[in-house]
């Protein structure tokens, strides 16, 4: 038999470093996350710390000991690593000193409330945002309980079920069959094109703000709002395309998911509102920082007296506007950078000729 390997330190085919070691006969792997060696021989010291300090097991661990593990044996190397590992932050900031027996019912409920009213994070949060964290909570104490495929390694260090805690998720958002009035819409656009945008820590400024360009941006395209909070005007906005101009919402080097990020054509409305933040610029970003909209739109539709509107409510409205005036499926699809089939099952119903088949 061969004689086993202590654990050492190799990039790999990405040039970042990793710690590769072995569990129970298992070959494992541990991202360094850098391509420099010197750090990653500093981070490999921390790492062996760390490992002797795991071989003691401890039956009531911490929850940011819990994600540490879930993160180095499971999310590691998944595409959704980043996002996941972002969205752990505020989690481990609020609520990571906790051991699994002491969470209970009411954490989750202050942490949802403190969450969406901004005292935790750096603003507002949405209700699927908070979903998103203390789902990914449930998620990872399930691997800890090996309730799911992946489950912790050692067995030792598995939970029993008994103590995994009562997790309470925020109330949704609003409904997907909500859509602006044109009514709303006008007040919308009137507030992005002539409203001062004003609330807690902004300074009062003659510059268009953020989410009066996001209103436009996303009542025009109907495009997802990551894709319209990134932005950037060298390498996505092309006004010298098409008639009014063109926006590629797929970033340079960036693949195309399942929720694709077509090429779209700049409308006349768009085009004002785009020349106005372009004259007004202050670096590349289309909305100068890529942090989320939520608690400014949430802030507008306070000062317009408007309710049940999300920024992804624009997406719903424009297409469901598109199909109620008889547009074709493939067409709304391709603009929104969604599938027919998709686009079919949520809107086809709204179509004024959707039924004429049942009549001579």
């Known amino acids: 038999?061969?004689?086993?390997?202590?654990?050492?330190?190799?990039?790999?085919?990405?040039?970042?470093?990793?710690?590769?070691?072995?569990?129970?006969?298992?070959?494992?792997?541990?991202?360094?996350?850098?391509?420099?060696?010197?750090?990653?021989?500093?981070?490999?010291?921390?790492?062996?710390?760390q490992r002797q300090n795991n071989l003691i097991i401890d039956d009531d661990p911490t929850l940011n000991t819990c994600l540490d593990l879930w993160f180095d044996q499971h999310v590691e190397g998944l595409k959704t690593y980043k996002r996941q590992y972002s969205a752990a932050k505020n989690i481990r900031a609020a609520l990571g000193d906790l051991r699994i027996s002491e969470i209970e019912r009411r954490h989750s409920i202050n942490y949802s409330n403190a969450r969406m009213a901004g005292r935790i994070g750096n603003s507002e949060a949405s209700p699927s945002t908070v979903c998103l964290e203390l789902g990914m909570v449930v998620t990872c104490l399930k691997f800890m309980c090996g309730v799911n495929t992946k489950k912790v390694e050692p067995r030792e260090r598995r939970l029993p079920i008994s103590l995994m805690p009562s997790i309470e998720m925020p109330m949704k958002s609003p409904p997907r069959d909500r859509i602006i009035s044109p009514e709303e819409m006008a007040l919308y656009h009137d507030f992005a094109f002539n409203g001062t945008y004003s609330g807690a820590g902004v300074k009062k400024s003659n510059s268009t703000h953020r989410v009066q360009i996001f209103i436009i941006l996303a009542s025009e395209?109907?495009?997802?709002?990551?894709?319209?909070?990134?932005?950037?005007?060298?390498?996505?906005?092309?006004?010298?395309?098409?008639?009014?101009?063109?926006?590629?919402?797929?970033?340079?080097?960036?693949?195309?998911?399942?929720?694709?990020?077509?090429?779209?054509?700049?409308?006349?409305?768009l085009r004002r509102m785009l020349d106005i933040a372009y004259e007004q610029r202050t670096n590349d970003y289309v909305l100068t920082k890529t942090t989320d909209i939520y608690s400014s739109f949430h802030r507008v539709n306070q000062i317009l007296g408007i309710e049940g509107v999300s920024p992804h409510t624009f997406r719903h409205t424009w297409a469901t506007n598109k199909i109620m005036a008889g547009e074709d499926i493939k067409d709304v699809a391709e603009f929104m950078g969604d599938t027919v089939e998709s686009v079919r099952r949520n809107y086809e119903h709204l179509d004024p000729e959707y039924l004429t088949h049942m009549v001579d």
Not at 8 to 14: A, S, Y
Not at 20 to 46: C, H, I, M, Q, W
Not at 231 to 252: E, T, V
Request: hydrophobic share 35%; aromatic share 10%.
């Open 221 to 269: 395209t109907a495009h997802r709002k990551t894709a319209i909070t990134n932005l950037s005007w060298s390498k996505q906005i092309y006004f010298d395309r098409g008639k009014h101009g063109m926006i590629n919402f797929l970033p340079p080097g960036a693949t195309q998911t399942n929720k694709r990020r077509p090429w779209v054509p700049i409308s006349s409305t």
């Open 1 to 49: 038999m061969a004689a086993k390997l202590p654990p050492r330190i190799k990039p790999l085919d990405n040039k970042n470093w990793y710690v590769l070691y072995s569990e129970n006969g298992k070959p494992l792997r541990s991202s360094l996350r850098t391509k420099d060696r010197a750090t990653a021989e500093v981070r490999f010291l921390g790492w062996l710390e």
